[in-house]
C-alpha cells in the first residue's frame, strides 16, 4: 500500500544571480524579475529522500509550492524527477509572505488534500536562509519535527540518524540536510523531458491550487 508521502519546495532565484537582486523601497519585498527561479538546492534533497522511500517502501510522492503562477516549470522538473503530484499554491494574497503565513498556508494547502504519512522539506531557503518553516509547518500540522536528517529508514532496518540518533514517530516533518556524496537521480532526465501529464488519470499530474 505505501506512504502517503508530500515534499514542500520553495522556487528561489538563481544563486549565481543573487547580485542582481534588489529590494522594493515601498513593499520593502524582493525584485526578481529578470532572474531565473529554480528549485531551492536545499529542497532537492527534501525531494531525493522522499523518492527513495517510496522506491523502497511504495507510496506516493506529492510536491507542494507556495509560489506564483511563473513556478509552473520548477514543479514540472520536480515531476520530471519522480514525483507523481504537483500542487502549486498561488494567491496574491500570499506575496510578502513572512515564515509564520507560509507555513501557515502550506499546512492549509496540504489539509486539502488529505493525511500524509511523511512530509520532507529542505533545511533552509537560500533567499532567506531562516530554518523557520519546518518547524512551524510541524507545529501546524500537529506532527512531530525532525531537522538535518541525513539518512532514513524505519525502525525494522535502522533508526533516523540525524546529527544524533533519533526516534520520531510517523507522522513527522524531516527536514533533509545535504547528501555527504552522490547527486541527484533524475536532474538530468528533468532538464531533458516533461513528463507532466494531464488530470485525467495520467501518470503525472499537475494541480493548481484554484481546483480547491
Not at 53 to 81: C, D, H, I
Not at 91 to 111: H, I, N, P, V
Not at 176 to 201: K, M, T, V
Request: glycine share 10%; net charge negative; proline share 6%.
Amino acid at each position: 500500500m505505501g506512504y502517503r508521502i508530500a515534499v514542500c519546495v520553495k522556487p528561489v532565484p538563481e544563486p549565481e544571480q543573487y547580485d542582481r537582486i534588489t529590494i522594493n523601497p515601498l513593499t520593502k519585498t524582493i525584485v526578481r524579475e529578470g532572474i531565473p527561479m529554480v528549485i531551492n538546492p536545499a529542497d532537492k534533497h527534501a525531494i531525493e529522500a522522499a523518492l527513495q522511500v517510496k522506491e523502497k517502501y511504495g507510496g506516493q510522492v506529492t510536491v507542494f509550492s507556495m509560489a506564483p503562477l511563473s513556478a509552473e516549470g520548477n514543479l514540472r522538473e520536480a515531476l520530471a524527477m519522480g514525483a507523481d503530484e504537483a500542487v502549486l499554491l498561488s494567491d496574491r494574497a500570499f506575496a510578502g509572505a513572512d515564515t509564520l503565513a507560509t507555513s501557515y498556508t502550506l499546512a492549509a494547502g496540504l489539509g486539502k488534500y488529505g493525511v500524509f504519512d511523511l512530509v520532507f522539506t529542505g533545511t533552509e531557503s537560500a533567499d532567506g536562509a531562516t530554518s523557520q518553516v519546518p518547524a512551524q509547518l510541524a507545529e501546524e500540522l500537529g506532527m512531530a519535527h525532525l531537522w538535518n536528517v541525513k539518512e532514513f529508514a524505519f525502525e525494522s532496518e535502522r533508526v533516523i540518524p540525524g546529527q544524533s540518533q533519533d526516534r520520531k514517530r510517523v507522522p513527522g516533518v524531516y527536514s533533509c540536510a545535504p547528501r555527504p556524496a552522490g547527486g541527484f537521480p533524475g536532474i538530468e532526465q528533468a532538464a531533458l523531458y516533461d513528463h507532466c501529464g494531464s488530470n485525467e488519470g495520467q501518470e503525472k499530474t499537475f494541480l493548481h491550487s484554484k481546483q480547491w
